[in-house]
T-cell receptor, first 114, second 112 residues
Framework: SAVISRKPSRDICQRGTSLTIQCQVDSQVTMMFWYRQQPGQSLTLIATANQGSEATYESGFVIDKFPISRPNLTFSTLTVSNMSPEDSSIYLC???????????FGNGTRLTVT | DQQVKQNSPSLSVQEGRISILNCDYTNSMFDYFLWYKKYPAEGPTFLISISSIKDKNEDGRFTVFLNKSAKHLSLHIVPSQPGDSAVYFCAAYSFTGNQFYFGTGTSLTVIP
C-alpha cells in the first residue's frame, strides 16, 4: 500500500474564498482520485486526477469550482473555489497503485465554510 | 442513483460473537468488491476484497462472501472485538467504468 499525506488536515474558511488541498504519496501510483464525504453520506467521487492532463470530473462537479492539478505520479492538489457553506465536507485523496488494485485513502481534510 | 447500498446504518454485537455486515448492488458489470473500515477523523482503510470470479475470500477474522445472482455481498467478522467498532463501507468497481462506487456505511459497535 501507499502512504498518503494531505495538507491541511482541517480548515475553517469564509464564504467566497478558496482553499487548496495537497495530496502527497510516498510512491508512484497509477490512479489518483478526489472524493468528498458530506455529513452522514457516502463517499462521492469528485474527479480522477490525470497526470499531465486535465482531470476527469464526475457529474455535478466542474473544473471551475474544483480545479485539480497532478503534475507528477506522486502529487495532486484540489482547490475548492468560491466556497459556500454547502461545500463544508471532508475531502479525501485516494490512490490505486495499479488499475486493478484497491483504493487507499489519506486521512482527509475537514473543511468548514462559514 | 445509489448503485451500492448498505441498508443497515448501524449494528451492535457482543464481543466474541459474529458481526455480519451486508451490502447490495445493482450493476451486474461490477468486477471487484471491497470492504473498508473507517475510524472517526481518519480516512477509510482497506480491509478485504473479492473478485467477481470468486464467492468467498478469507483473511484472518474477516471473510467476504459474494452472491452474484442476488447481487449481494457480506462481511463476516469472527470473533468480533471492541477494536472493530468503526464505520464499514462496501465498494464496487468496474474495470470498464474505472470507478469505485461506495455504500453509505454501517456503523458497527462491538460491546465488551
Amino acid at each position: 500500500s501507499a502512504v498518503i499525506s494531505r495538507k491541511p488536515s482541517r480548515d475553517i474558511c469564509q464564504r467566497g474564498t478558496s482553499l487548496t488541498i495537497q495530496c502527497q504519496v510516498d510512491s508512484q501510483v497509477t490512479m489518483m482520485f478526489w472524493y468528498r464525504q458530506q455529513p452522514g453520506q457516502s463517499l462521492t467521487l469528485i474527479a480522477t486526477a490525470n497526470q499531465g492532463s486535465e482531470a476527469t470530473y464526475e457529474s455535478g462537479f466542474v473544473i471551475d469550482k474544483f480545479p485539480i492539478s497532478r503534475p507528477n505520479l506522486t502529487f495532486s492538489t484540489l482547490t475548492v473555489s468560491n466556497m459556500s457553506p454547502e461545500d463544508s465536507s471532508i475531502y479525501l485523496c485516494s490512490v490505486a497503485i495499479f488499475r486493478d488494485s484497491p483504493l487507499h485513502f489519506g486521512n482527509g481534510t475537514r473543511l468548514t465554510v462559514t | 442513483d445509489q448503485q451500492v447500498k448498505q441498508n443497515s446504518p448501524s449494528l451492535s454485537v457482543q464481543e466474541g460473537r459474529i458481526s455480519i455486515l451486508n451490502c447490495d448492488y445493482t450493476n451486474s458489470m461490477f468486477d471487484y468488491f471491497l470492504w473498508y473500515k473507517k475510524y472517526p477523523a481518519e480516512g477509510p482503510t482497506f480491509l478485504i476484497s473479492i473478485s467477481s470470479i470468486k464467492d468467498k475470500n478469507e483473511d484472518g477474522r474477516f471473510t467476504v462472501f459474494l452472491n452474484k445472482s442476488a447481487k449481494h455481498l457480506s462481511l463476516h467478522i469472527v470473533p468480533s472485538q471492541p477494536g472493530d467498532s468503526a464505520v464499514y463501507f462496501c465498494a464496487a468497481y468496474s474495470f470498464t467504468g474505472n470507478q469505485f462506487y461506495f455504500g453509505t456505511g454501517t456503523s458497527l459497535t462491538v460491546i465488551p
